[in-house]
């Protein structure tokens, strides 16, 4: 059997998720890059002791890459069964994360809160797992 008979079709759309994650990081990364350019803080220095605006934009991006794979985890587990909620849960979540790193690119890391509406797709597609968990042992 192939997988694609395995696959609900609508699990193409959680595939564009991923790949709108994709990027997501790879633009968190330029900018990481750019920030190492522009302030002058050579690799493999991860933080400045004097530019506090590139620790900004490095901890955006360190903090989505410290979720990031309990997120791919969740969101596939969820979308084998409800891919549909699970691309729109992951969807929102990407996007907070573009919201969340352009408000701590400020410099002021209480405005990173702009993204706290990611929680919504992040806790969701724990909940869709759990579910799905809680089938495949015939609880529900």
């Known amino acids: 059997m192939e997988v694609l008979e395995l696959l609900p079709s609508s699990f193409g759309y959680v595939i564009f998720t991923y790949f709108y994650s994709w990027i997501m990081l790879s633009y968190l990364g330029v900018k990481v890059g750019a920030a190492r350019k522009k302030y002058d803080v050579k690799y493999p220095t991860m933080y400045s002791d004097k530019e506090q ?20 985890v ?25 919201s969340y790193a352009w408000g701590y690119y400020t410099g002021d890391p209480a405005k990173r809160m702009k993204g706290a509406y990611g929680y919504i797709g992040y806790f969701g597609v724990i909940i869709l797992s759990i579910a799905v968990a809680l089938q495949l042992l015939g609880v529900l």
Request: glycine share 2%.
């Open 53 to 72: 605006v590139f620790n900004c934009i490095q901890r955006a991006h360190q903090n989505t890459l410290e979720v990031y794979p309990q997120w791919l």
């Open 74 to 98: 969740f969101q596939t587990i969820a979308a084998l069964v409800y891919p549909t909620s699970a691309a729109v849960l992951g969807a929102i979540w990407v996007t907070s994360r573009f």
